[in-house]
């Protein structure tokens, strides 16, 4: 399998309700990314994981936790949302530090809250 | 903080010509990527421009002018298939490659 893949491709939960997001990237990247495209508004950068360490968090509220447990996957774990969290969550990959800023997508995980 | 403007929708036909503009902030600018998004799909990479002037892949072009704070995107020879959402997107730079997205043009070619 190649480029980046996530899983599910779509979820619908409760708000009361823990899911998680997986994200896999078969590129060999070193750093990761979450998004969250709502309708109508440019995507959001949530995340950013470089070498498997955090390194940016835009005020992301505390019911969204993300997770890199090494450099291929990335986690987005969800609970207690609310239905304004209905959206879809981008994936993406680049490689720092190559001289190319280039991010590489997965399809995202349409997510609806209800 | 950064933001990029551009047109929230396109339209144009088959065949033609057509340009998509971006303007941007310039604090902390190095350069700007250009995204194509076709409906429930993943935001693909276009091009990127670091220095001003024309980069051309196909029917495909995309310029950056510094002094203006503006770029574009140039789609020739429309097809269907380029019916799609198109984002420009800055690189302020760090060390992560981070991207500040714009608020993306709906381009609808018709017959």
């Known amino acids: 399998e190649t480029g980046v893949t996530q899983t599910p491709r779509h979820l619908v939960m409760g708000m009361t309700n823990k899911k998680s997001l997986k994200c896999e990237q078969h590129?060999?990247?070193?750093?990761m990314y979450w998004y969250k495209q709502s309708a109508k508004k440019p995507l959001e950068l949530m995340f950013v994981?470089?070498?498997?360490?955090?390194?940016e968090n835009n005020s992301v509220p505390s019911r969204f936790s993300p997770e890199c447990p090494n450099s291929s996957h990335l986690f987005l774990h969800l609970h207690t949302l609310q239905p304004e969290d209905s959206a879809l969550y981008l994936c993406?990959?680049?490689?720092?530090?190559?001289?190319?800023?280039?991010?590489?997508f997965g399809p995202g995980t349409r997510l609806l809250v209800l | 903080g950064q933001s990029l403007e551009q047109p929230s929708e396109v339209t144009a036909v088959e065949g033609a010509i057509v340009q998509i503009n971006c303007t941007y902030q310039t604090s902390g600018f190095y350069g700007l990527s250009w995204y194509q998004q076709h409906d429930g799909g993943a935001p693909t990479f276009l091009s990127y421009n670091a220095l001003d002037g024309l980069e051309e892949t196909g029917r495909f072009s995309s310029f950056l002018s510094r002094s203006d704070s503006y770029g574009y995107l140039l789609l020739q020879e429309l097809q269907m298939k380029d019916s799609a959402s198109y984002f420009c997107?800055?690189?302020?730079?760090?060390?992560?490659?981070?991207?500040?997205f714009g608020t993306g043009t709906l381009l609808a070619v018709q017959p």
């Open positions: 994981y470089s070498l498997e360490e955090r390194v």
């Open positions: 590129l060999g990247h070193n750093a």
């Open positions: 993406a990959s680049s490689q720092v530090s190559s001289g190319s800023t280039t991010q590489y």
């Open positions: 997107a800055g690189y302020y730079g760090g060390a992560t490659n981070k991207l500040i």
